[in-house]
């Protein structure tokens, strides 16, 4: 099962967006920000989404985090922009979306679907990836 970890500073919200976020299918844990630094020393995830309740310097530290704990993890940040355009306080994010639930699922089935091709959970419970270049269908799993 693919596993989002879910970060915020607003518990009600942070548990709202965890029941929105459940009907990709995947497992979500939802986290504040200290939490989060803690849980990403231990476990791994197919994709970190990034609440706009952080303050700027949390998501920049959580953003290294998973870069160094768990590459190739695609990051999402939800933006407080109804439009989805508002750039990233962070560069290293992969994608943005606006908070409205359909769209907000859309977008992470979206970026699960890329993450399957090379995920980080998997990597750690015994597969091998090998990137053969190209887009990402064109890396394949090997059982080490």
């Known amino acids: 099962m693919r596993r989002i970890l879910l970060a915020g500073s607003d518990s009600r919200l942070l548990a709202t967006r965890a029941a929105v976020l459940s009907k990709t299918g995947a497992a979500v844990v939802h986290h504040n920000a200290m939490e989060t630094l803690n849980v990403l020393d231990r476990e791994t995830f197919d994709l970190v989404v990034l609440c706009h309740s952080l303050l700027e310097d949390e998501v920049a530290i959580i953003v290294d985090k998973v870069h160094q704990k768990i590459p190739g993890t695609k990051i999402l940040m939800v933006t407080s922009d109804l439009d989805g355009y508002e750039m990233p ?3 290293q994010v992969d994608a943005t979306s606006n908070p409205e639930p359909a769209r907000l699922v859309a977008r992470v089935r979206e970026l ?5 091709y090379a995920s980080p ?8 990836h090998v990137h053969l270049g190209g887009g990402p269908g064109a ?4 059982w080490k």
Do not use: D, N, T
């Open 121 to 128: 959970a998997l990597s750690r419970k015994g597969v091998a």
């Open 89 to 91: 306080r962070h560069g």
């Open 112 to 116: 699960l679907q890329v993450a399957s």
């Open 139 to 142: 890396s394949i799993a090997r």
